[in-house]
């Protein structure tokens, strides 16, 4: 079981990078597949981005278009969302999860642990 949680949101200006943080506690890292989703304001939570454990990547390319970069550092137990350019449309709440299956994810029902996520603000 891992628990997760989130950091490294907040209040940017269009055009802005951020990086964003998930800290995994509890045994077994390295063997999960990991994912960011995002949340806006009333709408359904969205994919962005997984890695799996032989750091597979799979992005929502439609969303991402190049700007954001999932990764992992199993000895630290943390997983990265690197965001650039950021646009007003990127506001959201953004969690990630966890799923012990092997093959990269991208629905969130797959997902067995969830951070409480971190807003990212995009605003002038």
């Known amino acids: 079981q891992l628990q997760l949680a989130e950091s490294g949101g907040g209040l940017v200006q269009p055009g802005d990078s951020l990086r964003l943080s998930c800290a995994a506690s509890?045994?077994?890292?390295?063997?999960?597949?990991m994912g960011w989703f995002r949340q806006a304001p009333g709408k359904e939570r969205e994919f962005v981005a997984a890695?799996?454990?032989?750091?597979?990547?799979?992005y929502n390319v439609d969303l991402v278009k190049g700007r954001f970069t999932i990764s992992r550092d199993d000895a630290k137990n943390t997983l990265y969302l690197q965001l650039h350019s950021l646009k007003p449309e990127d506001t959201a709440v953004y969690y990630c999860?966890?799923?012990?299956?092997?093959?990269?994810?991208?629905?969130?029902?797959?997902?067995?642990?969830w951070g409480q996520g971190t807003q990212v603000t995009v605003s002038s």
């Open positions: 999860a966890a799923t012990t299956t092997a093959a990269v994810q991208t629905t969130s029902a797959a997902y067995d642990y």
């Open positions: 509890g045994r077994g890292f390295a063997v999960y597949t």
């Open positions: 890695i799996n454990w032989i750091s597979r990547i799979t």
